[in-house]
């Protein structure tokens, strides 16, 4: 009884190992994608032409974002540079000179007004006193006139109060002159303000020349700064394509970097399967040397392309894919461009539906 017992247990476990054993021979097989490992490369390149004077890096090194890396040769645009600061210096210089024109233009224009009006005034002060004398003098000559035909005055008292106020006339008239005379001093004066205006619109001209001075000189400086060619980004330089006392032209690639941090894998994907596949989604991809790691799929193209074989088991018709990218972590170091990796879609194969191409 025990041993068909135990014979019946032994059967059951064969069954159950065979059953298992059957799940997992015809379980589907993952459908391994042959990709390649890629990113952007950054043409490192110069802005002027000239000859390289010094190059500092070389292939496989690393550099930090805005590190030289290499010196186009300086010497023609420090010339360019040295011409007009020199330029900038002597209209600078000018400037100045017509600052100080201007200031003591106005001065002295200011000065000799003041000093005309205070002219006028005391003249015609002077001219007020003398007309009051003058008409004191008049009353005193008519006076003596009538007193002279009275017999009252004598000759000589007529004479003295003709005589002053003939003097009198004189002055008055004399005075009235001397008004006249400050007055075209003072316009003379007041046009001087025109010489105002003229050195105003000289120092004008004299400041636009210094901002074009100015000018020159700061592209002169940005032109100069352009011998320093920088790298853009952190990362390796892949490929040096420059070699020190080389002509390089403007945007002729002197180096290529690479961003070891932002590498990413590529497939295509036949459209049988791609509608498996959505952004965010986490696939094994195998590397070449057997290793494996998770990838996220980043992209996934809206346009399918033709492969470049013809599949004569579907009707003759061409296979059509589409692209894939999936991130790696590379921390390690252990992706570089140009690298075969191989991408596992799992997959379910539906009954009547084609099989899966390898």
Do not use: C
Request: net charge neutral; no cysteine; charged share 25%.
């Amino acid at each position: 009884m025990i041993r068909r017992l135990l014979l019946l247990a032994l059967a059951l476990v064969l069954v159950a190992a065979g059953i298992v054993l059957y799940r997992m021979l015809n379980r589907p097989q993952p459908l391994m994608l042959t990709g390649i490992v890629t990113t952007h490369e950054v043409n490192v390149s110069p802005l002027i032409q000239g000859r390289i004077s010094r190059l500092l890096v070389k292939e496989g090194d690393a550099v930090k974002a805005d590190q030289l890396v290499a010196i186009i040769d300086p010497q023609e645009l420090q010339a360019d540079r040295s011409f007009y600061a020199q330029t900038e210096q002597g209209a600078a210089a000018q400037v100045e000179e017509q600052e100080a024109a201007l200031n003591y233009q106005e001065v002295l224009t200011r000065d000799q007004i003041k000093q005309a009006e205070a002219a006028i005034a005391a003249a015609e002060a002077q001219a007020k006193e003398v007309v009051a004398d003058l008409e004191l003098n008049r009353v005193n000559y008519e006076r003596a006139e009538s007193l002279y035909k009275k017999q009252v005055y004598s000759a000589q008292a007529l004479d003295q109060a003709r005589t002053a106020y003939e003097a009198s006339q004189a002055h008055a008239e004399s005075l009235r002159k001397l008004v006249d005379t400050q007055k075209a001093a003072l316009a003379l004066a007041q046009s001087s303000e025109n010489q105002i205006t003229v050195r105003l619109k000289e120092l004008q001209g004299g400041r636009r020349q210094l901002l074009a001075a100015t000018a020159q000189k700061s592209k002169a400086d940005v032109r100069l700064g352009y011998a320093e060619v920088r790298a853009p980004i952190n990362g390796i330089v892949a490929v040096l394509a420059a070699r020190q006392g080389e002509v390089f032209g403007v945007s002729q690639p002197i180096l290529t970097l690479i961003d070891p941090e932002d590498l990413w894998v590529r497939a295509d994907v036949e459209e049988t399967y791609i509608d498996r596949i959505h952004l965010g989604d986490a696939l094994t991809v195998r590397l070449p040397s057997g290793a494996e790691q998770k990838g996220t799929v980043f992209y996934r193209a809206v346009d399918g392309d033709y492969a470049t074989q013809r599949d004569v088991s579907r009707s003759k018709r061409d296979i059509k894919t589409f692209e894939i990218r999936l991130r790696l972590d590379n921390s390690g170091r252990h992706l570089w461009p140009g690298l075969t990796a191989y991408v596992m879609l799992p997959r379910q194969d539906v009954q009547g539906a084609p099989p899966a191409s390898r």
